[in-house]
């Protein structure tokens, strides 16, 4: 498995604000696809071997991600030097393995494990009681890269089905001629619902963190939230998840590209069942259309929660509601997370792009 500088610093990123423990494991063999000189010139530090271009190791790197110095690796076989040897297809973890790690990282692995489910069911068995799972998937464009390329709601769906706590989930978009990377959030309902032919000819991947609670489950089957909240009257999964405004990265520096706009909605018109309308001031991007239907960035809060899915369809919005919106050219369709009124439920509903 190989890490990418953009991918690093990102991940850097998360596990310093989780605090996270270890020991590490990595499913695969971790190698670093860029020197230490590039990662701590992109993370501003100073480098006792800053004239020294030496290839970056997997131990050196998860170092200087806190401190974890902890490192092992979990492979099918120990041809590239793994430290433990086992199938994550079988259903029987070694006992060793059980709750030994703060951090289990697949980097590159899931996709080419056909048994997914004893997968996610391993990682899990693997993690203590505030451990995190750390997955970067294919999402798009990665054919016959592995078995499988992965939307968001697998991951965002199961570890809720699990009992985790979901705490990142971004997408990345990037082309193999350009080292500048789109990095989004990607929540339920961030590329629609059920919508197809909506990505453009870059690649995509998918990166989440989620903490294994002392009540998780190790095994779990997950109904896709974006349908079955229909029926079954499941939240917005999403609102537990730290939001941002989507920026591009390079060399594993952050691209500055201003301060997130913020508005506040206070008139609604009825449009209909569950559904209210607003028109959004002139200044603001158009929202989507029939060409474009999950170009949008904007996302909308109700009392600082973030609603969602974004990018529904006004059918859902009408019959459905709780909390689903999209907004739709020059305008802003939406419904509150229990169905009463914007106008006088007392909330404060705030938009940001």
């Known amino acids: 498995m190989g890490l990418a500088l953009n991918v690093a610093v990102l991940l850097r990123g998360w596990l310093l604000a989780h605090h996270a423990n270890g020991p590490v494991a990595t499913l695969g063999v971790m190698d670093c696809g860029f020197s230490e000189k ?84 391993n990682i899990s068995r693997m993690l203590r009681p505030g451990g995190l799972a750390v997955h970067i998937l294919p999402m798009s464009n990665c054919v016959d890269h592995g078995f499988y390329q992965f939307s ?57 963190v989620a903490r294994k609670r002392p009540d998780s489950l190790d095994w779990a089957i997950p109904i896709q939230s974006l349908y079955g909240r229909k029926f079954t009257g499941q939240r917005h999964l999403s609102d537990a998840i730290e939001w941002f405004s989507p920026f591009e990265i390079e060399n594993g520096r952050r691209i500055e590209s201003g301060k997130p706009t913020e508005f506040r909605i206070e008139s609604f018109a009825s449009n209909g069942g569950l559904m209210w309308g607003a028109t959004l001031p002139d200044y603001l991007p158009r929202g989507d259309d029939s060409t474009s239907p999950i170009s949008s960035s904007l996302a909308l809060f109700e009392d600082g929660k973030l609603l969602g899915p974004p990018h529904s369809a006004h059918d859902t919005i009408q019959k459905i509601g709780r909390g689903a919106y999209s907004h739709w050219g020059g305008a802003l369709f939406l419904s509150s997370s229990d169905g009463s009124d914007p106008n006088t439920n007392g909330r404060q509903y705030l938009c940001k792009l």
């Open 38 to 121: 590039a990662f701590t010139k992109a993370i501003e530090k100073v480098s006792l071997w800053a004239s020294a271009d030496r290839p970056m190791s997997a131990p050196r790197y998860f170092q200087m991600c806190g401190g974890l110095n902890d490192l092992s690796s979990i492979d099918i076989s120990k041809y590239e030097g793994a430290d433990f040897e086992f199938d994550l297809n079988n259903e029987s973890l070694p006992p060793e393995l059980i709750g030994r790690f703060g951090v289990v990282l697949n980097g590159g692995t899931l996709e080419h494990v056909f048994h997914v489910p004893n997968a996610l069911t």
């Open 152 to 208: 968001p709601t697998l991951m965002l769906d199961y570890y809720a089905a699990a009992k985790f706590d979901l705490l990142n989930s971004i997408s990345l978009h990037f082309s193999p001629q350009s080292p500048r990377w789109l990095v989004k959030p990607a929540l339920l309902g961030s590329y629609g619902e059920g919508l197809i032919g909506t990505f453009d000819q870059r690649i995509a991947f998918h990166m989440l």
